[in-house]
């Protein structure tokens, strides 16, 4: 035991394994406060298609030569989280999950094409592979990364505590709220925003394929055990930064990639909280 | 001084027309009940009503100085999906929403109202339990105490009693004509024709695409539309 504690202590004398923690901590929190919303209006998908947009828009900026792939990725993917969160309220000519569909093939297929024809890298299959699932991206992070992380995962926790009490409205009963003066549309449109924001930021964590379930995982794993609002937002925030963590420690030390190393981390803990809930209920 | 002022108003969805000609005056302090069979457009008028769903013609207007943030609902069904965690004081309180504006916590008053109301409609020992496994009548409840935090001057109600006990049904009835008494106007929506013409001041009937009567509940027992319906 001394011996791991040891093998981690040197380990934590690198930047870039604080870097990874710190990442990966505030991404798990930031895409949990806002899981138990899109789950519970029934848009889990939406992470995942969102994530593709923002892998297109990455392959773009890629091939643009834009040092800078958030500047590119955060607006379209902010754009697409708007189109698609209004296509799902109903009055749209294609449906939500056709368009989502649409939305997000085309911008992986796009994306992928023009890495292809642009690229000047040796390497493109692993450029790709990285990209989508994360797998030695969060260990390279720079100091900028972190700080826009930071400052992005500030603004995502900042909007959400603001506007807590009116999210939970939105979700729980948007007619109600929108006949008694709350303006439900502008805080779709807010949510929209701040999601395509964590998804940006969590595509470094986890890669574009495995975000769902840095989105789903918590949320529903709180819901198993817990029963009001505010309870399964605490818990998902706690459970999904507990899980990266441990996903991002045990991937250092056993060597595994880090996104999927998270994403068992998150499924073996709904299993557990699974298993909470049964025996909850079953007294 | 009126509320709430329709003229002309047609309804319908996706170009079927579920109720036309509609004209009617509510003022402040009104206690107004809409009746008529299922399907005829009651619902759809409450939703025109609360602007969530546009006219096909016709116009409503708000007058008095009346905002939407002084307007209290109960829907017949909630959105709200079966396994919503939220607490029943959660959901009472989200109707002190409208009082906030950009404010993001309740305040003390506003938190007092909320025990208040769920005090009134009897559920406070429920309001730590989960809203979703409550039963059908304690959440019209919960629903009804969310209502009326939210409710400032007016009030509309789908079927309010719809699902309740009698003796349930009758204490919903008392409290919502004691909110009336304390001038608050009230919109119900109601299969319950008794209870409307004891409580209401005005009734709304619609019948097969337009409306049979409007007036007050005095003439409606003598016209012929409330007559009928009455022998129903």
Known sequence: ???????????????????????????????????????????????????????????????????????????????????????GGGNATIKGDAALAMISVSAMGVGYLVLNVSSTSSNLAGDVCATLFGSVSILTLTVTDVWLCAVLSALVILVFLLFYHKIFAVTFDEDFAAATGTSAKAYNLLLS??????????????????????????????????????????????????????????????????????????????????????????? | MPQLTCRNLTLGYEGKTVVSNLSFTVNAGDYLCVVGENGSGKSTLMKALLKLKTPTSGQIQTGGGLTRKEIGYLPQHTAAQKDFPASVREVVRSGCLN???????????????????????????????????????????????????????????????????????AEMYELIAKLNAEAVTVIMISHDIAAAVKYASHILHIGNKSALFFGLTADYLQSEAGRSYGRL
Do not use: W
């Open chain 2, 99 to 169: 009082r906030c504006g950009l404010r993001p916590f309740y305040s003390k008053a506003e938190k007092r109202m909320a025990e208040e109301n769920m005090e009134n409609t009897g559920i406070s020992k429920l309001a730590k339990r989960c809203y979703r496994e409550l039963s059908g009548g304690q959440q019209q409840r919960a629903l009804l105490a969310r209502a009326l935090c939210a409710a400032g001057k007016i009030i509309l109600l789908d079927e309010p009693v719809a699902g309740l006990d009698p003796a349930a049904a």
């Open chain 1, 193 to 283: 925003a701040v999601i395509a924001a964590v998804i940006v930021v969590a595509m470094n964590l986890v890669g574009a394929l495995l975000i769902s379930a840095l989105v789903i995982f918590p949320a529903l794993s709180a819901m198993r055990v817990f029963k009001s609002f505010k309870a399964v937002t605490v818990c998902s925030a706690c459970f999904s930064v507990v899980c990266a963590s441990a996903g991002i420690l045990v991937s250092i030390l056993a060597g595994t990639p880090v996104g999927s190393t998270v994403v068992a981390a998150n499924a073996a803990g709904f299993c557990a909280f699974g298993a909470v809930g049964f025996v909850l209920r079953r007294n």
């Open chain 1, 1 to 87: 035991m001394t011996e791991l504690a040891n093998k981690l202590a040197s380990y934590f004398e690198f930047p870039f394994v604080r870097h990874a923690m710190i990442v990966g901590a505030l991404t798990a929190l930031c895409s949990s406060l806002l899981g138990v919303t899109l789950v519970l209006k029934r848009f889990s998908f939406i992470g995942d298609g969102l994530s593709r947009v923002a892998f297109g828009a990455i392959a773009i900026a890629a091939a643009m030569n834009l040092t800078n792939s958030y500047l590119l990725a955060l607006p379209t993917t902010v754009i697409g989280a708007v189109l698609l969160l209004r296509s």
